[in-house]
């Protein structure tokens, strides 16, 4: 080098210690660790994504994922956290910022500014309320990417990553949701997330200007931004994030609840939410926020609300959706007058719904469906039903009481009430035999049918006898010999504080 280029190179010692307690420094877009005034490492803070705090004295620096590594590259860094005590000389802090956040402010200026992040948005929408990742931020929307800016937080997102925006009004509701959703997912810590859930007032009206030259909206952005926009406040966000990052808008289609709203209410997991069936697809949220393509589904199952426990509800359903990689989503608690808004739209869309466990296919929900009254018969009740039988089969006075079919009420004169009579002998006598060898009650007495035996088709209740008394069942004898129960912890207790 001296030879032909003519430098002297320095020497730069460097700590191979392994110690991970220093100091650090900022040049340029390089981050310096430095153990004993020696370079243990360093990065540059270009491939930094997304850079937040934890706590009050960690900050936490992520970087990007790089997909065009070749096989042999298997490892790759993630993040890194830095720790930075409150006693800190190199970053003093004061009674309202820690040292740790003056840290965190001076990455935040250089990190991933490949046009500048600390340059001007383009536009701002402050104070806006995300539901995930939790918290309300300062949504800027720069040149190359979009930034949520909250108290601890400071999420970046190229807008490459945006796959697709969706615009989803809640019914009854003075809000709309807007989901970003993304690919690869921004992470917080240890959690990723794909969809970002952020919640509008729907009667906001908002005017912004866009902060770009006119020759900069005449070349690149022609027919895609205007220089103002006036509107609902999400309809202005999604249209400037639209025309800087190209992505698609979805909204809701032809799907309608029993109250003319674009989803229905229902439960995933432990988490209520709403559930929007889509023309290709389904979207649960808030949390968590889960989209479901159709491509994706191999069957849906429409099931009864508790089908199989003790706590049966005519008034719910639940609806099982199966993937074909054999994952599944049971959306759970949604109302019965939902039922068949939701079933026809998916028998429409020509996903396959299955009945599982009766083998009918379609058949069992399209008789629901047949019927316009919202509690007809529900198939899968039925069959729960017949599965587990009726203890009111066994009531042994059933029997007893035999309805002839010429016995059409209470007759009118005396010669009536002795046909009656008549038709009763002859069903008792054939059932005779038959309740003789069951029971060794004394068979029930009826008085005839007439002017004072009218009503005589009706029950007697249980433990009466033919006069009327109450019949008591005989007590059991109690076994000298059997084992006694063991005291209880209580009576040992009491017993010794009598003793004392």
């Known amino acids: 080098m001296q030879k032909n ?12 210690g392994g110690h991970n307690w220093g100091g650090i420094g900022i040049v340029g877009s390089m981050l310096t660790f430095m153990v004993e005034s020696k370079q243990a490492f360093e990065v540059s803070l270009a491939d930094v994504s997304q850079t937040q705090m934890q706590g009050k004295t960690d900050v936490l620096l992520e970087f990007h994922v790089d997909d065009t ?14 720790h930075v005590p409150t006693s800190n000389t190199q970053f003093p802090g004061n009674e309202n910022r820690t040292s740790a956040q003056i840290l965190w402010e001076a990455i935040l200026d250089r990190a991933d500014n490949g046009s500048g992040s600390s340059g001007e948005a383009v536009v701002t929408f402050e104070g806006i309320a995300i539901l995930t990742p939790r918290g309300r931020y300062a949504v800027e929307l720069h040149l190359p990417f979009l930034r949520l800016q909250g108290q601890a937080n400071d999420f970046k997102i190229q807008y490459s990553s945006i796959l697709r925006l969706f615009v989803l009004p809640k019914s009854n509701n003075p809000h709309t949701i807007v989901v970003v959703t993304l690919d690869p997912p921004i992470r ?3 959690t990723l997330y794909p969809h970002i859930v952020i919640q509008f007032e729907t009667e906001t009206v908002v005017q912004k200007n866009m902060k770009l030259s006119r020759e900069l909206l005449d070349e690149k952005y022609k027919d895609r931004l205007v220089e103002s926009y006036q509107g609902l406040v999400h309809e202005v966000f999604v249209k400037v994030l639209r025309g800087l990052s190209g992505a698609k808008v979805t909204r809701p289609g032809s799907f309608r609840n029993y109250k003319n709203g674009y989803a229905v209410k229902s439960s995933l997991k432990a988490e209520d939410g709403l559930l929007y069936p889509l023309e290709k697809g389904f979207f649960f949220l808030p949390k968590p926020p889960t989209l479901i393509l159709d491509e994706e589904i191999e069957f849906v199952e429409f099931e009864r609300h508790g089908a199989g426990g003790a706590s049966m509800s005519s008034q719910y359903f639940d609806l099982l959706v199966k993937l074909k990689n054999d994952q599944e989503h049971l959306f759970r608690n949604i109302q019965r007058s939902e039922y068949r808004n939701l079933f026809n739209f998916i028998n429409g869309k020509g996903l396959k719904v299955m009945n599982l466990g009766d083998g009918q296919g379609t058949s ?8 316009t009254d919202d509690v007809a018969p529900d198939p899968h009740l039925e069959r729960i039903k017949n599965q587990a039988g009726s203890s009111e089969d066994s009531d042994e006075e059933d029997e007893d009481f035999v309805l ?8 009118t004169d005396d010669s009536g009430g002795e046909e009656s009579d008549a038709s009763e002998s002859g069903g008792e006598k054939q059932k005779s035999s038959k309740k003789e060898a069951r029971s060794s009650k004394p068979p029930v007495k009826r008085k005839p049918k007439g002017k004072d035996g009218e009503g005589s088709g009706k029950r007697k209740p249980k433990g009466m006898d033919g006069e009327g008394s109450e019949k008591r069942k005989p007590k059991k004898k109690k076994d000298p010999n059997a084992p006694k129960r063991p005291m209880m912890p209580f009576m040992y207790f009491s017993m010794a504080e009598r003793a004392y």
């Open 364 to 371: 069992g929900v399209t008789d629901v469906l047949q019927d």
């Open 404 to 411: 002839h079919k010429d016995d059409g009420g209470s007759p």
């Open 188 to 190: 917080k810590g240890q």
């Open 69 to 82: 590594t070749g096989a042999n590259e298997k490892d790759s860094l993630m993040d890194m956290s830095f």
């Open 5 to 16: 280029l003519g430098i002297s190179p320095d020497e730069k010692q460097l700590s191979v």
